[in-house]
């Protein structure tokens, strides 16, 4: 892993790790960069995030790029340690090295059941976090997850909470996920997207790996495959949609950049840093 960490009055220290044995590389490829930032008003950074052939996010605040090779499916998922409950770092910790325990078999298992197996990782993710609760006696906590398996050239998302996975193509950004907030709820059921945004119930979710404190189950949400070709995958908290709307997301990825998480990211601050951001965004190389 390849992870720099810095003070909120420096720029970030930025490495592309494998930029120099690029043209060497053998296969389709793809490149990977990812960002997580504790912002401007936060005292902790409760992100965290999960990319193959890199790794988990260090702690602290970094940076990294990479070009990751020789698998036919890859997995990245940032997970969200909800700040407004107790343990949210520890949470999203939790969800991450779940993940990483089972990446051989979410990489292995037959496309057909690749949502089944998610959902697997998910409940056990869940049930880690509700004994970590149990022992810290800190009533509940819990992390949302977005997640994005490239497999074949063709993307299939997952998420359970509010942090998101968009396709980008062509000057236009598509959300894969679902937000799981009961303002978004409210608007499934036919309030405005504008009331939702500015209602008090924008952030209250109503499922996320730690909720399920019983054992009924979770089913995590499964957009449709996409198709990556020269489009860009963007995995993110939401410490930058909170900042950034669709159109100025889009804006961004149409751009040229070295890094396009640590664009993302440093636009995400400029725009206040409200709250923890973090971001992978995957291209072909």
Do not use: W
């Amino acid at each position: 892993m390849f992870g720099f960490f810095r003070k909120k009055e420096e720029p970030y220290i930025s490495i592309l790790a494998g930029t120099e044995d690029e043209e060497d590389f053998s296969g389709e490829g793809l490149r990977v960069s990812a960002v997580s930032d504790v912002g401007f008003l936060r005292e902790g950074n409760e992100d965290n995030f999960y990319a193959d052939g890199i790794g988990i996010k260090p702690d602290g605040d970094c940076l990294l790029s990479s070009v990751v090779g020789g698998l036919d499916r890859y997995i990245f998922a940032v997970c969200d340690g909800m700040g407004g409950e107790a343990y949210g770092e520890l949470a999203s910790g939790i969800s991450v090295a779940a993940l990483k325990e089972r990446a051989d078999v979410l990489r292995s298992v037959d496309i057909s059941s690749l949502h089944s197996a998610v959902n697997d990782f998910a409940n056990a993710a869940n049930s880690g976090i509700c004994r970590m609760a149990e022992k810290k006696k800190c009533g509940r906590s819990g992390s949302t997850l977005a997640m994005a398996c490239i497999d074949n050239g063709f993307v299939y998302s997952f998420n359970l909470g509010d942090s998101r996975v968009y396709y980008y193509r062509g000057g236009k950004v598509t959300r894969l996920s679902q937000d799981h907030t009961l303002a978004a709820k409210k608007h499934r059921d036919g309030i405005s997207s504008a009331e939702g945004r500015n209602s008090s119930d924008a952030h209250k979710l109503i499922t996320f790996l730690g909720v399920d404190d019983d054992g009924v189950g979770l089913t995590a949400y499964a957009h449709e495959p996409v198709e990556l070709l020269d489009g860009k995958v963007l995995i993110c908290s939401d410490g930058l949609t909170d900042m950034l709307s669709d159109a100025e997301i889009a804006k961004v990825l149409s751009e040229e950049h070295i890094n396009y998480s640590e664009a993302l990211a440093e636009k995400a601050l400029e725009k206040g840093g409200f709250d923890n951001v973090t971001c992978i965004v995957v291209n072909k190389k």
